[in-house]
């Protein structure tokens, strides 16, 4: 797959600033609704060979640091267990994504909550390895479409009391990891 058919996907453009050159970059705003949005507005005008998200995420899981793959994703702020309950039908809440490339691999909890205190972290780690606010979005929208999701997240923080403190100055680093981690994917197919 050449590089005019992936459709980068991000929050911010920060966290997209160091894209190769010419990448064909869609900028949604943070959180779901935002990125379900923006980028169904954006396939509605015709699709893409591949999305790829690009995205930092907050560590649930001491020791957990650089790009990983995302191979699953939740919205950890859907009741999914108590409607199913309440309805008698199930409400899968787990997206599947196959693995494309050779980075480190993590399931991903996705939420509009800006996760920055560690009974949440603690809470959502039974889950999920990283938790982010577009991923899962990114991810349903895609498989809506049909279009293939690889989603690339690197750790900014720990979900923690200082995730707040320390995201802004950690997303340079991040974009150039991101970077990094594009180019030396095996696979788009």
């Known amino acids: 797959m050449t590089a005019s058919e992936i459709l980068f996907v991000s929050a911010t453009t920060e966290e997209a600033a160091h894209l190769p050159p010419g990448s064909d970059v869609l900028v949604t ?58 309805t008698g039908r199930p409400y899968p809440n787990l997206v599947e994504i ?34 982010d606010m577009e991923g899962y979005a990114v991810a349903r929208v ?9 989603l690339l997240k690197q750790v900014s923080d720990s979900a923690d009391e200082a995730a707040s403190l320390t995201w802004f100055d950690a997303v340079d680093r991040g974009a150039r990891e991101l970077a990094r981690a594009v180019a030396v994917v095996r696979s788009w197919n």
């Open 98 to 131: 196959p693995a494309v490339t050779d980075l480190p691999k993590a399931t991903l909890a996705t939420g509009d909550a800006f996760i920055s205190d560690s009974e949440t972290r603690t809470r959502l780690a039974g889950r999920a390895e990283l938790v």
């Open 29 to 86: 705003g943070v959180g779901t609704i935002n990125a379900t949005i923006a980028l169904s507005r954006r396939l509605a005008d015709g699709l893409p060979g591949r999305l790829i998200n690009v995205g930092t995420a907050g560590a649930l899981i001491d020791g957990h640091a650089g790009v990983y793959e995302i191979t699953s994703a939740l919205q950890h702020d859907f009741s999914d267990d108590m409607i199913s309950i309440m």
């Open 142 to 150: 895609g498989a809506a479409y049909g279009v293939p999701v690889t």
